[in-house]
Structures are given as C-alpha cells and as structure tokens.
C-alpha cells in the first residue's frame, strides 16, 4: 500500500556552522530509503545565505531535490514559516526533520501552520498494514507507541537523533538546485534582539563521538576536575545529569536526557550516575556504555556495555593515568 500516491518526501534540513548537523543526514538517510521504496523523489530543505557544501552533502546523502531559501534568521517563527510555506509548495507526502532541540520547536511551529498532524521524537518509520507507522517512545521510554496518522494531507514527524545510521556519501549522486524566496511574517510574537554564546560552551554534545557524564555521585564541582579531566584526555565533550546542572558544577546546555540533549556517542561514560529513565532516554542511542557508580543494583548497569562497581573518585584518576600512558606509549 502506497502512502505516498506519488508525491515526494521531503526533509528539513538543520545546519549548523553550513554544514547538515548528524540528525539531519540520519533523516536523510531514513528518508531517502522510503523515497526509493516509493519510487518518488526526497527533498531537502536547506536554510541559509552559505548552503553549498551542505547541498553537496545532501546531494551525497541521497537526496534528489534540494529548495535552498536564504534565511539565516534562528527565530523558530521565522524558519517554521519557510518550511511550512515550502511543504504548501511542493506538497509533499511525509515531512521529516530531526528531533533536535531546535527541531522540536520548528516542527511544532510547522505543524501548526500545516493545520497537520506531527509525530514528535520518532525511533522507527516503517510501512504497515494501517499505513505508515512511526514509533515513538512514551512515559520516559518504558513504552513504545505506535502512531498511524489517518488524514491523506501531508505527514509529519520529528525524528529522535541516533534512531538511524546516515548514509555513506556518495560524491557521484547529484541533486537539482531550486532557489526559492519566502515573504517576510509581519507579525512576528518573537523577535531575538541579540544572541549571546553561553561562556563554556564550546562543546556540540549532540555531535561528539565520545562524552564523559558527571552525576550527583561526584558530590562536589571540585570533584567534577575528574570528570574534565577524563574528557580532555579521551578527547572527548563533558554532560551531566540535572541535578549536577542544578547545582550550577556545568552549564544547563550540558544537560544530558529528557529535557535536555539526547545524544548519540561511539562511547558514553557516565561516573556517578544513577541512571534515571529520564537520563538513559537520552543515552540510549551511544554505540558503547561504560558507567562507574558505587552501588552495584544502580539502573545505569542494565544497559551498560562495561560497569565498574567503585568509587568514581577512586577510578577515575586511575582510568586517567592509564589512558595518558596508552598515549604516551602511542
Ligand atoms: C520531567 C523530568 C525530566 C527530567 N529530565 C532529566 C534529564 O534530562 N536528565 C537527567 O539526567 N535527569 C533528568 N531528570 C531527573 C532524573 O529523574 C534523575 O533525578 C537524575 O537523572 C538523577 O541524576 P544522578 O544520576 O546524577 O543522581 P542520583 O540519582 O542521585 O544518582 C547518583 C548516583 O551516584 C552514585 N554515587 C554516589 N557516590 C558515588 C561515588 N563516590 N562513586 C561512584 N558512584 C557514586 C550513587 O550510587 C547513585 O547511583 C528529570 C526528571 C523529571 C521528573
């Protein structure tokens, strides 16, 4: 059963620094399979005034059909508009952009101006008996709910980063450029007057490839050095948990779960977590889990690769000196 009667798919697609982010290209690559599938084309969305490597990278990644708008405005009205305004355009008959923290965002705000049903935070898209299902993870992932949207206007949904590999790229895989331009919003609820980088922000957690996590159990911002310490050695980014971001021992965009990033590392390590559903929920995607906590019945054991059952203020500067000495010896 055909759920697309012909009509494209398209993706929005966020970039951060000119270059697709990794949820983005895992969409892509989702997408592009069910494009195949159907025998119609993908459609990529590009936002911005500097959008050729993107292009080329979403033309790599299988996209057939990129829309290139130059808006480089981050207010979430502005871009929301665009995408709606293009899916009125091009119509397409599934709309997909990443679960991002700003994707959430611009998702809900098209799917408002779509008057269309969104599936948010989607792990599987697949075609069944009912139609398209996506799977999406409820009460802090202890369920999956499996959503069939029933109306044949477009589709939309909100993928969670990590839910699908993205695509090995293609150089020889060229795409059509179409360059569009969308009427400014008058009326605009949110205007940004200035955007101020957060001091200590220099990590993209939902990019890295290895992230080393804090929990309460380092008991103290003295104690959480070890956890610096350990990234900078790995050459990897530091997370934490909420009430370590309570406490103000790193910054609240280093938040790591439900309400705030979900990441998808080679290798997580977590010292001193318990591992709370609203923390593993936004864990689970990492390829490799190592975690050090002090209590052996700790939940944070059920889904780790590797668990060290001691004192993290004990292991971790052990596990630091003998990474320094791989190096050394390297
Ligand atoms: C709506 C909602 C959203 C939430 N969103 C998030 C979220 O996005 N991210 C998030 O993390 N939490 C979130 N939480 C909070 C979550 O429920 C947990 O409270 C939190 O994850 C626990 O953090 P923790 O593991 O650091 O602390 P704790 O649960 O207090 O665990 C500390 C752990 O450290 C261990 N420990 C203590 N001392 C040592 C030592 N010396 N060495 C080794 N181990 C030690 C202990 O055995 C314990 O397991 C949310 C909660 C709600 C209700």
Known sequence: MSFTNGKDIMVFVETNENEPVKAALEVIAKASELAKAESVNLVGLLLGSNTDEAAKICAASGVNKIVIVEEDSENVEVIGNIVAEMAKKYDPSLLLMGSTLAGKDIAAEVAKKCETACVTDVINIAEGEEGLTFTAPVYGGTLLNDVVITNDSLKMASVRPGSFKKNELDESLSAEIVKEEVEEIKDLKTIIKETIAEVGESVNLEEAEIVVVGGRGMGSKENFELIHELAKVCGGVVGGTRPVTEEDWISRSQQVGQ????????????????????????????????????????????????????????????????????????
């Open 259 to 330: 309400s705030g990033k979900i990441i998808t590392p080679k290798l997580y390590i977590g010292a001193g977590v318990s591992g709370a559903i609203q923390h593993l929920s936004g864990i689970s995607g990492s390829d490799y889990i190592v975690a050090i906590n002090k209590d052996e019945d700790a939940p944070i054991f059920e889904i780790a690769d590797v668990g060290i059952v001691g004192d993290a203020m004990k292991v971790l500067p052990l596990m630091i000196e003998a990474i320094k000495k791989i190096k050394e010896e390297n």
